[in-house]
């Protein structure tokens, strides 16, 4: 998987990975889009997470793996670890590209 990305509706946060050509890492960031927010900037999510499973309304977390370890978080800068137990069957996939309209 290469280039992925994810919104969380609920708090108005992008996540986004993509493959570095001249690096093996996956590499994910996070901007936060909220209303207040005037920055447009990227923040890098931490080296052990590389891939954006999916985010769930009614946890209200964001899921992530690297390797088979998963991990959970409400904002982009706190991590939970988390087992695939945890992941709630409401939880929406990322996406792999934009859909047109």
């Not at 992008?14 to 690096?23: A, G, K, N, Q, R």
């Not at 891939?51 to 904002?75: E, R």
Request: charged share 25%.
């Amino acid at each position: 998987m290469y280039r992925h990305f994810l919104v969380d509706t609920t708090k108005l946060i992008v996540y986004f990975c993509d493959l570095i050509s001249y690096d093996v890492d996956m590499k994910c960031y996070f901007t936060n889009r909220q209303p207040l927010v005037t920055s447009n900037t990227w923040i890098k999510l931490p080296g052990y997470i590389s891939k954006i499973l999916g985010f769930s309304k009614t946890t209200g977390l964001t899921y992530f793996k690297k390797d088979l370890q998963f991990f959970s978080s409400s904002n982009g800068l706190l991590f939970e670890m988390a087992t695939p137990d945890d992941i709630p069957f409401d939880m929406v996939r990322f996406q792999r590209k934009a859909e047109k309209k």
